[in-house]
C-alpha cells in the first residue's frame, strides 16, 4: 500500500512558541490530505481538510490561525501550531488521497505526539 | 450530519475463538464507504476492511470479514480464529462517496485478546 510519513515522531515545545509538523506521501501524489487529532483513550478528529494548492477547509470549532495547513505541493503539507499551550498537547496524525473518493481508500501517517510544556 | 456509534467500549476474546464488534451509524445518502481501522499501540492506523454500500455481498479479508445491514444502517466487524497480534482498539468509519469525502470515525472498542 501507499506510504505516508509524519515528521518529527515527537515534539517537546515550550509554551508559546510555534511547532511544525510534515507529512509526505512517499510513493503516490496526494491531491487531498486530511489532519486528526486524537486524545489519550479517543477516537480520531477531524480538523481539516487540504486540497493542494489552495486553502485547507476547518471543521467547526479548529482555530485556523491557530492550527495553520499549508498544502504547497501533491507530496507535503503541513502543521503549524502557532503559540502552542499545554492544552494543544496531543497526537496529530494525518492521512492522505490521490483518488478523489472513487475507492474511499486514504493512507495514515504514523501520527506526531505534540508535548507543550 | 453523519454519527458513527460503537456501543462496546471493551471486548474481550480467547484466542483462536471468534469475535464480533458492532457498529451503527445514521445517513440520509444512499452511497458511502464503511470502513474498519485497527489501531494498535503503534498507534499507526491500518484498514481491516471496506465495504462500498453499493454491494449487497459482505465484505471479507482473510480472517476478517463484516455484516452489512445496509436497510438497518449497520456494519459489524467479525474476527476468526483471533490472534494476539490482533489487540488493539478498533474503530468502525463512515465516507461519503466523492471528492475525497472525509472520514467520520466512531468511538472506538478496545479488543483484548487473551490466551
Known amino acids: 500500500g501507499a506510504v505516508v510519513s509524519q515528521h518529527p515522531s515527537r515534539v517537546i515545545c515550550k509554551s508559546g512558541t510555534s511547532v511544525k509538523i510534515e507529512c509526505r506521501s512517499l510513493d503516490f501524489q496526494a491531491t487531498t490530505m486530511f489532519w486528526y487529532r486524537q486524545f489519550p483513550k479517543k477516537s480520531l478528529m477531524l480538523m481539516a481538510t487540504?486540497?493542494?494548492?489552495?486553502?485547507?477547509?476547518?471543521e467547526q470549532g479548529v482555530e485556523k490561525d491557530k492550527f495553520l495547513i499549508n498544502h504547497a505541493s501533491l507530496t507535503l503539507s503541513t502543521l503549524t501550531v502557532t503559540s502552542a499551550h499545554p492544552e494543544d498537547s496531543s497526537f496529530y496524525i494525518c492521512s492522505a488521497t490521490s483518488d478523489r473518493g472513487r475507492t474511499g481508500e486514504q493512507y495514515f501517517g504514523p501520527g506526531t505526539r505534540l508535548t507543550v510544556t | 450530519a453523519q454519527t458513527v456509534t460503537q456501543s462496546q467500549p471493551e471486548m474481550s476474546v480467547q484466542e483462536a475463538e471468534t469475535v464480533t464488534l458492532s457498529c451503527t451509524y445514521d445517513?440520509?445518502?444512499?452511497?458511502?464507504?464503511l470502513f474498519w481501522y485497527k489501531q494498535p499501540p503503534s498507534r499507526q492506523m491500518i484498514l481491516v476492511i471496506r465495504q462500498e454500500a453499493y454491494k449487497q455481498q459482505n465484505a471479507t479479508e482473510n480472517r476478517f470479514s463484516v455484516n452489512f445491514q445496509k436497510a438497518a444502517k449497520s456494519f459489524s466487524l467479525k474476527i476468526s480464529d483471533s490472534q494476539l497480534g490482533d489487540a488493539a482498539m478498533y474503530f468502525c468509519a463512515y465516507m461519503r462517496t466523492g471528492t475525497a469525502s472525509k472520514l467520520t470515525f466512531g468511538t472506538g472498542t478496545r479488543l483484548q485478546v487473551t490466551l
Open positions: 487540504s486540497n493542494e494548492g489552495s486553502k485547507a477547509t476547518y
Open positions: 445517513t440520509s445518502e444512499s452511497d458511502y464507504y
